[in-house]
């Protein structure tokens, strides 16, 4: 099972592989802010991928546009709209 590590000192957690991130980490207690459920409409759940970015599924035309859209950082993914395929580390804003 792919891990899921924390830039700011929170336990790493484990995860189902191909789950969806955003998902994944509510349903392990860890926040993510979003105001649209998932739905690639608010902008607020992107996370930043310190390692292992080539482990979420590829970024799709309609995320990329989107965060072009928002203006949100290259390194960057919107969680509701990527699976996770391996070991990652993130960090947000938020936590």
């Given at each position: 099972m792919?891990?899921?590590?924390f830039n ?6 484990e ?6 991130l955003?998902?994944?980490?509510m ?8 105001s649209?459920k ?9 996370v930043?991928?310190?390692d292992?970015s ?7 035309d ?11 950082p290259?390194?960057c ?19």
């Amino acid at each position: 099972m792919p891990k899921i590590s924390f830039n700011n000192g929170r336990d790493s957690i484990e995860v189902e592989e191909g789950s969806n991130l955003m998902q994944s980490l509510m349903a392990k207690g860890i926040p993510v802010a979003s105001s649209c459920k998932g739905k690639l409409v608010c902008g607020k759940c992107y996370v930043e991928v310190l390692d292992g970015s080539f482990n979420l599924s590829p970024v799709s035309d309609e995320e990329r546009d989107f965060m072009e859209i928002k203006d949100i950082p290259a390194n960057c993914r919107m969680s509701c709209s990527c699976k996770v395929n391996g070991d990652i580390c993130l960090d947000t804003p938020y936590w």
